[in-house]
């Protein structure tokens, strides 16, 4: 059976993986035919009447009759379809309403059309098909998978029918990897997520895992716990065969060191860059660590560099203008209807030939109390430099400004969740000071001008974000930490947790 398996296997991803190489040189060819596809079916709906979109339409006209738009300014047309009504935003009524939580706007409701499902499900197993064409390595596909994802419950009004992004996509998985999957649709379905991660370590005890999915931080969870339940120092001594971590949502440096410990062997990652909007691009090479854009999927890409971000007429770039090394917030439009819609991620490429770029971090995750304008990318950037360097292995962490006395000047304070502990907190705040003087000319000029100063190191108890989440109702897969925040909103709500 395992052989028919990996025959079948074969022959399918390296037709996709051919797709892939095709793609990777036309892709400026495939994001016009993605926009041609789009404003086709733009005249079709209610906003495409509203906003002049048709055939004749071009890139230059659309930026024009249609300005970059929050959820805020979509929510009149969302709340049209949650009412049942047909042709608003893509022509007929979408097949699912993707739930996910909003910092600003609520749980917010995501249309996933026939095309986008399709177009999102084809782009997701890329990562795969270009991994098996790198390594050979079937192995891992042909053994159990252990995914941590949402509940793939929906909810059905009447009208439509509602539910998390990766529990719509757990109901479209082919029938021949639903058997391979843990845990089971019962266990995944419970909503506490503490008795589901209970089930799921039951369920996987004893099984020949070769792939285990999901956030890093909750990754970790998993093993840890796994650890706790066996008594086994390794995960590698449970799964010997465990060779494939697939992960996405936030960047992997900072949990780098400890996955490899909780592991004790190597393996190999497989990074994806997707959101309940859509499938945006994937690790194809294991010797590197950016990410291959997907140009032929669903989405038309725009790109805005940040500093221009939040004006009122800000520059926006199609694909083909880009430039190397520049951090941009991305706009799409997509195939479920979203129009020059703000996704709220930054990226930074780091090629053009092909189109491969670094998730940089959230339009609304930065620190700029002094001028210094950091953002997630470049706190990473230095907490693992600074990690690796003086041997310590960080569980999650979030940066915030901290503004003190006149004579002690401002700085950012570092809530750290450790799991392994610096010797000398003042040592480890200088380093971390001193790597991003390197990395930021803003922030080394004000570390020079004496308006910033070493950062506050403030320790925290173990297990204290998941805590934190618990407190607010947000424990679940799709909630992170976030890494940056511009005021003390979460260090304050985070004081129960820090340590004595």
């Not at 892939?20 to 209610?46: D, G, H, I, P, Y």
């Not at 739930?99 to 706007?105: D, E, I, Q, R, V």
């Not at 177009?119 to 270009?130: P, R």
């Not at 297990?463 to 890494?483: D, L, W």
Request: proline share 5%; net charge positive; charged share 25%.
């Amino acid at each position: 059976m395992n052989f028919l398996k990996k025959f079948i296997f074969k022959i399918y991803f390296e037709r996709m993986a051919k797709k892939v190489a095709k793609f990777s040189k036309k892709a400026l060819l495939c994001q016009e035919r993605v926009f041609s596809e789009l404003m086709k079916n733009a005249q079709r709906t209610t906003f495409g009447k509203d906003h002049q979109l048709n055939t004749e339409t071009t890139y230059e006209d659309f930026k024009k009759l249609v300005p970059i738009l929050s959820y805020e300014d979509l929510r009149p047309y969302f709340e049209r379809i949650r009412k049942g009504e047909t042709d608003v935003l893509w022509p007929g009524l979408p097949l699912y309403l993707a739930t996910t939580s909003g910092t600003t706007s609520g749980e917010k409701f995501i249309p996933v059309t026939k095309e986008s499902l399709k177009k999102g499900m084809a782009s997701s197993i890329l990562c795969s098909a270009t991994y098996l064409k790198e390594t050979k390595n079937y192995e891992p596909l042909l053994k159990k998978m252990v995914i941590l994802s949402a509940s793939p419950k929906m909810v059905h009004d009447g009208s439509i029918t509602y539910g998390k992004i990766t529990g719509i996509f757990n109901r479209h998985i082919p029938s021949f990897m639903k058997s391979q999957r843990i845990p089971c649709i019962e266990t995944n379905s419970i909503e506490d997520w503490d008795l589901k991660m209970i089930k799921t370590i039951e369920e996987s005890i004893g099984k020949d895992v070769g792939m285990v999915g999901g956030f890093p931080a909750w990754i970790i969870r998993y093993f840890e716990r796994l650890l706790e339940k066996t008594g086994a120092k390794t995960v590698s001594e449970i799964f010997p065969n465990l060779d494939i971590i697939t992960h996405g949502g936030v960047a992997y440096p900072p949990y780098k060191k400890r996955m490899e410990t909780l592991i004790g062997r190597p393996f190999h990652r497989l990074e994806v860059f997707s959101a309940s909007e859509g499938f945006i691009a994937f690790q194809d090479q294991q010797s590197k660590d950016d990410l291959l854009l997907v140009p032929n999927g669903e989405i038309f890409y725009e790109f805005v560099p940040l500093t221009e971000w939040g004006q009122e007429n800000p520059t926006r770039l199609s694909l083909g203008e880009v430039k190397k090394g520049i951090v941009y917030a991305m706009v799409i439009s997509t195939m479920a209807g979203l129009w020059a819609y703000e996704l709220g991620d930054t990226v930074t490429f780091t090629s053009l030939d092909p189109f491969r770029l670094k998730v940089s971090g959230r339009t609304k995750h930065f620190i700029s109390n002094s001028g210094e304008h950091l953002i997630s990318e470049q706190v990473e950037q230095a907490l693992s430099s600074v990690a690796a360097r003086l041997n310590v292995e960080v569980r999650d962490f979030s940066v915030a400004p901290h503004i003190m006395d006149e004579e002690k000047g401002n700085r950012h304070e570092w809530l750290i969740e450790f799991e392994k502990e610096p010797k000398d907190l003042e040592s480890f705040s200088n380093e971390l000071s001193l790597e991003l003087c390197k990395i930021s000319d803003n922030y080394n000029l004000l570390i020079e001008g004496s308006v910033l100063h070493n950062p506050i190191i403030s320790p925290l108890k173990p297990g204290a974000f998941v805590e934190y989440m618990k407190s607010i109702n947000k424990m679940t897969h799709q909630n992170k930490v976030p890494r940056l925040m511009n005021n003390r909103t979460l260090a304050d709500a985070m004081i129960p947790w820090k340590r004595k």
